[in-house]
């Protein structure tokens, strides 16, 4: 469901209107939100069915895993490739 904001005449996503989705795909909206924006929000959720609401979300934080990953696998090949130490020895030539 929609509301409407008295004070500047906005509309706002609330999860009144959508108790088909749960606690954690509403934090998952959250994030769409931020990054598409609010109007592109309502508009997915008003005009998909349930079923795509939630194939649209499911896709959405798949996209997030995979960034995740792909953050982790660059990380750990970092770490099997640095000989770093954090010190610096210094090794003196033999005469």
Not at 6 to 24: A, I, P, Q
Not at 30 to 48: D, K, N
């Amino acid at each position: 469901m929609n509301m409407l904001d008295v004070e500047d005449d906005s509309f706002h996503v609330t999860s009144e209107g959508y108790s088909n989705l749960s606690d954690s795909e509403w934090e998952v909206v959250g994030r769409m939100s931020v990054l598409m924006g609010e109007p592109a929000i309502s508009g997915m959720l008003t005009s998909l069915s349930r079923d795509q609401q939630r194939a649209a979300i499911n896709k959405f934080l798949q996209g997030e895993l995979a960034v995740e990953r792909q953050k982790l696998a660059c990380y750990s090949s970092k770490a099997l490739i640095s000989q770093w130490v954090g010190r610096r020895t210094r090794v003196d030539p033999k005469p």
